[in-house]
């Protein structure tokens, strides 16, 4: 995570400077509607999945330990149906923060196609008091490129 208020974007050719995490889904049976295709209100299911294991993957222990993270907001753009048994792999990476919020990008993709695509807004939260918690450079540190 980078210093807050600043642009996620200020890399080298624009590209951000966090690490990103990649998480393996496999569509089960149960993801399918009636439509024969994974129900919209799965997609939502695997980010947060995902973005929970990149945040297990990348932040110190003692971090995953006393902090949560609860959902601001979602932005969801459906690109291509998912089906059962397909392979998908969904890419997070935080974009930016400031003081207690980080934003969240995550690339759901299939055989190199993108499947959705989704922008979060997530708080950090205290797990004991639940209070909100300022994003530190210590804490974003691990994020770093």
Known sequence: MKQAGTDPSSGPEGR??????????????????????????????WVQQAITA??????????VDRLRWIVASHEIF???????????????????????????STHIGRDGETVAEVHSTLCCLDASS????????????????
């Open 54 to 63: 990149y945040w297990r993957a990348v932040a110190r222990k003692e971090d």
């Open 16 to 45: 951000s400077q966090y690490r990103s995490h990649r998480h393996a889904i496999t569509v089960s049976t149960d993801a399918i509607d009636e439509l024969g295709h994974v129900n919209n209100a799965v997609y939502l299911q």
């Open 78 to 104: 459906y690109r291509k149906p998912a089906y059962h048994r397909d392979s998908l792999i969904a890419t997070v990476q935080i974009t930016k923060h400031t003081a207690s919020r980080a934003w969240f």
């Open 130 to 145: 639940g209070q909100l918690v300022r994003i530190t450079p210590d804490l974003a540190q691990p994020f770093c490129l």
